[in-house]
């Protein structure tokens, strides 16, 4: 069966309905990469270590533990996986138990954890990717 064998009014419906996904997708996907949650005019360091590394997709997340007091767990977001790849990060170039300084976009909402901008391990200094 073909689309010219349906009705026209069904044919124009089903014309008008994708052009109106179409026109919604670009909001989905931006919504989702929106850094909107970050305070983008203020830069916080702290330095911890690093208590877990997630290497996923959409974005890698750091978890950094700082002293006190109050001792808080920060979690810090960066690019996604082939971003931090791009710029010369692997899976394992972090690891729990580094000892990290770590500067970030912190969350607008006041919560431990923010928008990498550089994390210092020894002498590796990596940044965001993203």
């Known amino acids: 069966m073909t689309l010219m064998s349906f009705p026209p009014l069904f044919r124009q419906r089903r014309w008008l309905l994708a052009a109106l996904v179409t026109c919604a997708l670009p909001g ?3 919504a989702h990469h929106s850094f909107a949650i970050f305070d983008q005019t203020k830069t916080v360091t702290i330095k911890g270590v690093v208590s877990r ?3 996923t997709n959409p974005h890698v997340a750091i978890y950094v533990d700082a002293p006190g ?3 808080q767990q920060f979690k810090i977001e960066t690019g996604s996986v082939n971003a931090l790849k791009r710029t010369g990060w692997k899976a394992n170039v972090i690891k729990a138990g580094d000892e990290a300084e770590v500067t970030f976009k912190p969350l607008k909402n006041g919560e431990p954890g923010g928008l990498l901008v550089e994390i210092k391990i020894g002498d ?7």
Not at 124 to 130: A, D, E, I, R, S
Request: no cysteine; net charge negative; aromatic share 12%.
């Open 124 to 130: 590796t200094v990596l940044t965001g990717g993203g």
């Open 53 to 55: 590394f997630a290497w």
């Open 28 to 30: 989905v996907v931006s």
């Open 69 to 71: 007091p109050p001792e």
